[in-house]
């Protein structure tokens, strides 16, 4: 598998996607939400991932949009000279598809921790809070800038950063796009931990993915999908949710060998 922009690297159960425009601070152009879409559509046919680990290569995580991409949505507008209706149609159908990209990483089935350092801007905390966990650096700078281009921001963030640290918090971040630093993202919540490098960041992160790779496959998949319906449903549905999955899955290879390596004093070792 290769990908323009995008690096996958797989090593003992752990998915390592890096964003690779280090000189462009890794904004997202076309072919970069293409090869988003597709190194997240094919992790999810290999059995061999447990966790993704998601970074940019360079210094920065992701700088947001490639501007050069609101000339492609202008033209789409303005494209049929007829009906200003249909083109205003097409771009709808495109912010789907752009859309799309970062749902492909907040349902992938299995947990992704994202590394942040450098800039997180605008499309950049879309991909952030499309994570499962997320780290950054201490001088990470987090911000959503489409207030100050007129332009609501429309990926995603808006809807997932209000369960990430409160509705106020967030509404100050989408109105004002002040700049939120590693340590205060950590402080709000927005990150799990602030580190002050981006190699200790980096080394951390990675700790956390290979430990999440010695567990159960199976099991971690099941709380993925368990926590992310929840947060679309009511407490009764989201038990009847893993009432169902537990009665189809839990009787498992997996769980004889959590309960023999209990028994045994010693590390389970799953099957992919």
Not at 27 to 43: A, H, T
Not at 195 to 209: C, I, P, Y
Request: charged fraction near 25%; aromatic fraction near 4%; glycine fraction near 8%.
């Amino acid at each position: 598998m290769s990908y323009a922009t995008v690096e996958l690297n797989i090593d003992a159960g752990v998915a390592t996607v890096a964003l690779n425009r280090p000189d462009r601070a890794n904004s997202l152009n076309r072919q970069l939400w293409d090869d988003l879409r597709q190194v997240f559509k094919d992790i999810d046919t290999l059995s061999n991932v447990r966790v993704v680990l998601l970074h940019g290569n360079g210094k920065h995580f992701c700088a947001g949009i490639d501007l050069g991409m609101l000339d492609e949505m202008n033209a789409l507008v303005s494209g049929d000279e007829t009906c200003r209706g249909r083109g205003s149609d097409a771009l709808r159908r495109y912010i789907l598809d752009l859309q799309d990209v970062f749902n492909c990483v907040a349902n992938c089935r299995v947990p992704v921790i994202g590394a942040v350092a450098g800039a997180c801007i605008g499309a950049g905390v879309d991909l952030a809070t499309a994570c499962d966990i997320r780290y950054a650096t201490r001088d990470a700078r987090i911000c959503l800038k489409e207030i100050d281009m007129a332009i609501v921001a429309d990926v995603s963030a808006v809807q997932r950063l209000p369960r990430l640290i409160g509705d106020g918090r967030a509404r100050e971040m989408i109105y004002t796009g002040r700049e939120v630093g590693g340590a205060e993202a950590e402080s709000m919540g927005l990150v799990n931990r602030a580190f002050d490098s981006a190699e200790e960041m980096k080394a951390a992160a990675l700790n956390v993915a290979r430990s999440l790779a010695a567990k159960s496959p199976l099991a971690l998949r099941g709380c993925k999908a368990s926590i992310n319906y929840s947060q679309e449903h009511s407490i009764e549905e989201g038990l009847a949710h893993v009432a169902l999955w537990n009665a189809g899955m839990m009787m498992s290879e997996d769980l004889d060998e959590a309960v023999a390596a209990q028994r045994e004093k010693r590390q389970p070792l799953f099957k992919d």
